[in-house]
């Protein structure tokens, strides 16, 4: 009798085993709902970058380096945006000291920019400045009480995604 309760217990396991493959399967069809958007590819031209969620990640390693926390700031989110539309236009990075001068010309002080291209995800872009001393300079300005953050899809572009993080007074 035991040798059959085993083997109906082996069934039991190997058919809840394959409904759990069966289940996980149907994330890898190219769905990415159930990514957190941090993770989410930004290479099509529907994507948007998820701005709550990064200015969420950016605030949080702040606090964790002694920082506060940053606001979302709607002129430079225009800014970000228009900056990073630019930058795709033309296939390559700006200058960070011009996007600085038009955020001073905004009435702001301390400005800053992380002006960069080739991260497809927002957690990609964030290690990438996390990991360069001057990127990360912005990312911890301890003056900075705002900031704009954007990406621009350039589907021919070398680089493909186009960022643009601005951070002021």
Known sequence: MSGTVGRIAGACLGIAGLALLAGCAGDVTGTTSALPSLYLPLTTGTAQLDTGAARDMISAYRRNRGEPALALDPDLQ????????????????????????????????????????????????????????????????????????????????????????????
């Open 78 to 169: 225009r800014l970000a945006e228009a900056e990073a539309a630019s930058m795709a236009l033309a296939d390559r990075p700006s200058q960070a000291q011009t996007v600085r001068n038009a955020i001073t010309r905004l009435g702001y002080a301390s400005a800053n920019a992380n002006l960069s291209a080739g991260y497809h995800t927002l957690a990609e872009a964030f290690s990438g400045w996390r990991d360069s001393p001057p990127h990360n300079a912005v990312m911890l300005d301890p003056k900075a009480t705002r900031m704009g953050i954007a990406t621009a899809f350039a589907p021919g572009s070398k680089y493909k995604v186009y960022w643009a993080l601005l951070t002021a007074k």
